[in-house]
């Protein structure tokens, strides 16, 4: 299994970014599909988590302003994130788990692991 992160970037606070997490050598189905993020000097966090019922995990300091999504067709996850601060900044990395897993914020439980894009808000 490769996950392939992309739409990483540099924006303004209050802006809107997109980030994409594209799968093979399997399909979604039956895993939980995750973003974590690592800011300079800081341990990786967990940021949100959907599994395939469609049920969707925030951290607190996300809800509200980012979202989750899969596209089965394109075996593909979305992060979609409004409202950036620059706080924000980080490398971002999208993470599968096949079974789902109830430790969902726990990025032990995730053994597949894209390689990281970059944001960077700037205020």
């Known amino acids: 299994v490769q996950l392939q992160a992309s739409g990483g970037g540099s924006v303004q606070a209050g802006d809107s970014l997109r980030l994409s997490c594209a799968a093979s050598?399997?399909?979604?189905?039956?895993?939980?599909m995750a973003w974590f993020r690592q800011a300079p000097e800081k341990e990786r966090e967990f940021v949100i988590a959907?599994?395939?019922?469609?049920?969707?995990y925030y951290a607190d300091s996300v809800k509200g302003r980012f979202t989750i999504s899969r596209d089965s067709a394109k075996n593909t996850v979305y992060l979609q994130m409004n409202s950036l601060k620059p706080e924000d900044t980080a490398v971002y990395y999208c993470?599968?788990?096949?079974?789902?897993?109830?430790?969902?914020?726990?990025?032990?439980?995730?053994?597949?692991w894209g390689q990281g894009t970059l944001v960077t808000v700037s205020s």
């Open positions: 959907i599994r395939e019922n469609g049920a969707r």
């Open positions: 993470a599968g788990r096949w079974p789902h897993t109830v430790r969902y914020y726990s990025a032990n439980e995730y053994g597949y």
């Open positions: 050598g399997r399909t979604l189905s039956g895993g939980t």
